[in-house]
């Protein structure tokens, strides 16, 4: 089996980072949904879970802005690599589709 090409590769690492940027925000509307509902069992450990939520929150958010920065950089790489010669029209194909779901993310 031949070894994947610089596309084969570029997409796939575009495709990681995307799918990886919707777990982000699926955690993220989890953990936003547990600071809306507290957790009544136990009052006096409520504040301090709160906090706490609020704390994940936000480090969550700032992982958030990092992926998108390193799709960004990915789309630019793959966007870059796009019509050079001897790219198979299948890849390219699947380029574009990366491309076009890593934009509907953004």
């Known amino acids: 089996m031949p070894a994947p090409s610089p596309l084969a590769i570029s997409i796939s690492v575009l495709n990681r980072l995307t799918k990886e940027e919707k777990s982000y925000h699926k955690e993220l509307s989890q953990q936003e949904a547990r600071l809306a509902k507290p957790d009544l069992t136990d009052p006096e450990n409520a504040e301090f879970q709160a906090k706490q939520e609020a704390k994940a929150i936000e480090q969550t958010k700032a992982v958030i ?3 998108q920065k390193k799709i ?3 789309a630019l790489k793959v966007e870059s690599m796009l019509g050079e010669k001897g790219n198979d029209p299948a ?3 699947k380029a574009r589709t990366a491309l076009a ?3 509907t993310n953004a």
Request: no cysteine; aromatic share 0%.
């Open 65 to 67: 802005v990092d992926m």
């Open 72 to 74: 960004d950089g990915a």
């Open 91 to 93: 890849e390219e194909e």
């Open 101 to 103: 779901e890593a934009r």
